[in-house]
């Protein structure tokens, strides 16, 4: 079974750029779809982007993070990435990676994924 990290977190100022990582161990990563997520302090784990993991195609939500966060993979490294750019405070959160057997189109809830990095804590300044 692959075990799933992130890294590349870190503190930044408002409107500064990071690139996560998540790296596949153990195993090659065998998904239908990969994904990051986020949890803030008290809020519920959202939903930040998905890709297919074979095809490429990339899903965003309707929210502040589309147009500045993108989602890109290196299958030949086992490797998912997070490019996000114009950080905000309200970006402030652990960041995860997580494997799904669902369709990237269907794959946006939490419920949806099976295995899970431990997270990385971004942390925008204002």
């Known amino acids: 079974q692959v075990h799933l990290v992130e890294s590349g977190g870190g503190l930044v100022p408002a409107g500064a750029s990071l690139r996560l990582a998540c790296v596949g161990s153990?195993?090659?990563?065998?998904?239908?779809?990969m994904g990051w997520f986020r949890q803030a302090p008290g809020k519920e784990r959202e939903f930040v982007a998905a890709?297919?993991?074979?095809?490429?195609?990339?899903?965003y939500p309707p929210t502040s993070v589309k147009g500045r966060f993108t989602i890109s993979k290196d299958n030949s490294k086992n490797t998912l990435y997070l490019a996000m750019n114009n950080l905000k405070p309200e970006d402030t959160a652990v960041y995860y990676c997580?494997?799904?057997?669902?369709?990237?189109?269907?794959?946006?809830?939490?419920?949806?994924?099976?295995?899970w990095g431990p997270g990385t804590q971004v942390t925008v300044s204002s």
């Open positions: 997580a494997r799904s057997s669902f369709s990237a189109h269907v794959a946006i809830m939490p419920g949806h994924f099976d295995s």
């Open positions: 153990g195993a090659t990563i065998n998904a239908n779809a």
């Open positions: 890709i297919d993991w074979w095809e490429g195609t990339t899903y």
